[in-house]
């Protein structure tokens, strides 16, 4: 059970209380509703729990001691009703204010607390109790209260808050739930209110901001779909140049292993590539960034880069034809020779040995890196510009389906 | 939180309600151990500190019960000094007394100087009753209550003090106080009167502490008040049993009780035996005497003469020395002779003496025989002291 007080009932029983040149007691009037809060977990298990809260919204003072019991503490219902009056079905609790004395309730108190739960016919019926405790020297005075529930076990002491007494700079104002039986008021506001409330009750600019609100919130929505319907795009887009690139660095793998084979067979002093660098993944990897243009770090090999290459590479690929990619070579995927668009390859159980190899050797494979590289696009439009290889670049897509494990691969930058 | 003399208390009380305070300060006993007043402390106004002169309505009093002192508060209101006051129970916060059962709260007159310590004393009853219950925790410590109940003796005369119960170990403690009922009267009144503290009411009083419900440790103690403990010879001149294991204290209490009263009888009959004593001696040496103890019987002095020779004796400590440590065991112990010359002097410059502790002597001789044989041994050993004084002592 929790309770809170309005800022102006507490005041305003501290200053009766206060200007008493004795104990005062008296009646709180407010209501008790229940409040139930829902929780969910990470379990997603939903709990729910009842709270019930007591609200004090006013209070009746008695105008002395002794004024509704007698000196047995038998409480005399007339007199109960003369202070209440029609406010006795509001009655939530008492109150009394004592000073310099224990915060624990009085022989007389709890005597009367239980006639009163008696007779007005509230179980849970709350008592507060107000000390004001004063130095020997008056130097230093203190209020203290406390709310008690004393029809519960060992007398329960209930947390008495009061809304809005505290630093509001960091918290947030609360309106108070209290409701306004003022007749003054309700009259102005009925007079006066058409120009400020609609026909609802609600106030006209409220409905304005709220309006407002819901105009933004929607063209929140819309910029939303396009930001997705063109990230969608550039997907896209960003796939299919992934796929050229595949197609370009396989096509001058291609072209300069036929390169080599036809030196080999004409016995030409070809200066060849150490073998270990051939079969090396990742310095064939590098021979494709070379060839890519890409500019690299350390250039591993001696080969010279020139700008036949891309007729090489369009001479010896068949335009569209899966059996030009797939040359004759009886070699696994993921052995070193393997063709490798150059980034991220799997070795088919989902590990990409060319990222391990490149990390063993030290060297980074810029290629990986330089996804909008506008180098490599450059070779890519040169190439495309020369009629046949253009044509045939274009239409030779998609080596990413043709690799033995399925997987489309993308270079990481993209 | 001190204790204030009455007098300042009195002086910073709200005036209207100075006679109430004043007769629970004054005259306020209530209990079993009524040698002290009540007490009241903590003295707090109800008023603003606007308010003029002496204004505090409100206080702690002190009330001694079963060997604890509870402290109340009571709270009066300075601008209705007319109504009655109200209570706060401190730790016993369950205690709740019946309010019709109070008549003096009931029928409260602020102007009868006695109503709030009536008031006090009816609540104080409730509280037994409410400590009594608190009993039913224990079967074990809820029959010893009930025995001691049914017996008229005890059952009149009893404060109980029930713990808390410990519900982790389900250990519960209570401690009983009861005053016994022993006969002081016929103790000498120069026995009770020979202290510096005011004696109070005559009281014996045995508290029984039961440190677990199962009465396996069990602790008594007797408290006497000054002027029995005086008369009996000092805190430690009674011992009392242990509480046996198994016992309860419907056996235990009477057993204590009859202790008490055979060591009273003693005193009694010792003190009456030393009158009968110096009485035979005054019959037997008349003119002989010098002086006498006449209010305690504790001392005699003659003066005897043989073959022109005079000599002093003095019949002393007919109880122990110091009279502190032991009771009065007359006729049991033997009084000390202490012979002493009239010429001769010792060198530090005292009457010459002798003391004598071994003579012919009966505990069973009434106070003529005693004085009789007294007489045949002064007869014996005068002339060696006699002999003795010329010895060694110098005129």
Known sequence: MAASISGYTFSSVCYHSANSNSDHEGFLLGEVRQEETLSISDSHIGSSEFLSVIEVHNHEPCAKLFSFYDYAGNINEEDLNRILKDRRKNVIGWYRFRRNTEQQMSFREQVIHKQLTHILGIPDLVFLLFSFISTANSSTHALEYVLFRPNRKFNQRISLSIPNLGNTSQQEYKVSSVPNTSNNYASVIKEHGAEFFDKDGVMKDIRAIFQVYSALQERVQAVCGEVDQSERVREKIQEEVNKLKDEIALRKRNAAEEERTLQEETNAPVTLPDDSALHDPSQSTLTGAVLSSSPLSEPSLERPVNSSSPQLYNTTLPPDSPNAILLPRPQAVGSPGHPSPGLGLGNGDGSSSDSLNRQATGQEDQEDDDDGDSSEYENLVSEQLQPSSGTEAVSLGRPATLWPDGDAHSPPGS | ?395
Not at chain 2, 54 to 67: L, M, V
Not at chain 2, 153 to 169: D, F, L, P, Q, V
Not at chain 2, 298 to 309: G, Y
Request: glycine share 6%.
């Open chain 2, 1 to 395: 939180m001190s204790s204030l003399s009455p007098e300042v208390a009195l002086s910073r009380i709200y005036p209207e309600l100075r006679l109430l305070l004043c007769t629970v300060i004054r005259n306020g006993r209530v209990g079993l151990d009524s040698s002290n007043c009540l007490r009241i402390t903590d003295l707090k106004s109800g008023c603003t500190s606007l308010m003029p002169g002496p204004s505090c309505d409100r206080f702690k009093i002190h009330i001694p019960y079963a060997g604890e002192t509870l402290k109340w508060d009571i709270i009066f209101n300075a601008r209705d000094p007319a109504l009655p006051p109200d209570f706060i129970f401190g730790e016993d916060a369950d205690f709740l007394p019946e309010p019709s059962e109070l008549t003096h709260l009931v029928s409260w007159d602020a102007g009868k100087p006695e109503c709030l310590l009536l008031l006090v004393k009816e609540m104080l009853q409730q509280y037994h009753q409410y400590q009594c219950q608190r009993l039913r925790d224990s079967s074990r410590l809820l029959f010893e209550y009930d025995s001691l109940l049914e017996d008229p003796n005890y059952g009149r005369s009893m404060e109980i003090y029930a713990g808390r119960k410990n519900s982790w170990t389900g250990e519960f403690s209570a401690r009983f106080l009861l005053k016994l009922p022993v006969d002081f009267s016929n103790i000498p009144i120069y026995l009770l009167k020979d202290t510096s503290l005011d004696p109070g009411e005559d009281v014996a009083l045995l508290s029984v502490s039961f440190e677990d419900a199962e009465a396996t440790q069990v602790f008594p103690k007797l408290y006497l008040s000054p002027g029995i403990e005086h008369a009996l010879g000092g805190p430690s001149a009674l011992h009392i049993p242990a509480f046996p294991s198994g016992g309860c204290l419907i056996d235990y209490v009477p057993q204590v009780c009859q202790l008490l009263t055979n060591k009273v009888q003693y005193v009694i009959q010792g003190y009456h035996k030393r009158r009968e004593y110096i009485a035979a001696f005054l019959s037997h040496f008349g003119m002989g005497v010098v002086e006498y103890d006449a209010v305690g019987f504790t001392k005699l002095t003659l003066l005897l003469m043989w073959k022109d020779f005079c000599v002093l004796v003095h019949v002393v400590e007919l109880c122990s020395v110091p009279v502190v440590d032991l009771p009065l065991y007359f006729p049991r112990d033997q009084p000390t002779l202490t012979f002493q010359s009239v010429y001769h002097f010792t060198s530090s410059g005292q009457l010459y003496s002798q003391v004598q502790k071994s003579y012919p002597y009966s505990p069973r001789w009434d106070g003529n025989e005693m004085a009789k044989r007294a007489k045949v041994y002064f007869k014996g050993f005068i002339p060696q002291f006699q002999d003795g004084a010329f010895a060694n002592g110098k005129l």
